[in-house]
């Protein structure tokens, strides 16, 4: 089944270090993104990409890094620059059409002491 | 971008029908409207999408005013498993930058 699989599930790390969360899809689809959610709020937007080798800062990008040099993986990075790095963050992908629907995965829980 | 309002929060009862509003004022010509729902601990899951005319789906059905400025996604039949966070969005051809608001918490009552 096509789909967007995001790993891990849980992500525990010391403060100060770097994390990459991953990101893959085998849908074929040229735009990928990021989201943060944090308690009670709703997604906001860290990167985004519209095709391989090219992507744009979101709302909040202070803090974080991508790269695409696959058309089916968006991995991202938590550096230690991000001050409140503990959230759940999503990974989506879509065709890139206005009325071809987001696909999100269930994405990864990052806890950072 | 394009900026939608919608409730922090409903009410419904279970077996009843629920109408969950959303304002998108700024809405341009060639703006689909699309709507998402959130279980805890998941990512969202797409609910169903229009232009113009109404759209119906298994999910759900979409209401699209006149004016195209509002829009109102309609469960017919409230179950416990459809209490989510309910997110309108707008997609714009030209714009990959996709944001999100708070949406709205829907709670559905036994």
């Known amino acids: 089944d096509g789909g967007i699989t995001q790993s891990p599930k849980y992500l525990f790390r010391k403060e100060g270090q770097n994390v990459t969360l991953s990101c893959e899809q085998n849908l074929n689809h040229d735009a990928m993104y990021w989201y943060r959610q944090d308690p009670g709020q709703g997604l906001r937007l860290i990167y985004y990409?519209?095709?391989?080798?090219?992507?744009q800062k979101g709302d909040i990008a202070e803090g974080y890094s991508v790269s695409r040099e696959k058309k089916e993986s968006f991995p991202l990075t938590v550096t230690s620059a991000q001050k409140n790095p503990t959230a759940f963050y999503l990974c989506?992908?879509?065709?890139?059409?206005?009325?071809?629907?987001?696909?999100f995965g269930n994405g990864t829980r990052l806890t950072v002491t | 971008d394009a900026k939608t309002t919608q409730p922090n929060s409903m009410e419904s009862n279970e077996e009843e029908p629920v109408h969950l509003p959303c304002n998108h004022s700024t809405i341009s010509g060639t703006d689909y409207i699309h709507w998402y729902r959130q279980l805890p601990s998941q990512g969202p899951e797409y609910v169903i999408h229009g232009l113009t005319s109404n759209v119906n789906n298994r999910m759900a059905s979409l209401a699209i005013a006149e004016d195209r400025k509002s829009s109102t996604l309609i469960l017919h039949r409230a179950t416990l498993r459809d209490a989510a966070v309910y997110y309108c969005i707008l997609l714009r051809g030209s714009n990959y930058k996709l944001t999100f608001g708070k949406g709205t918490l829907l709670t559905v009552n036994p």
């Open positions: 989506a992908s879509s065709s890139g059409t206005r009325n071809s629907p987001l696909h």
């Open positions: 990409s519209q095709i391989v080798n090219d992507f």
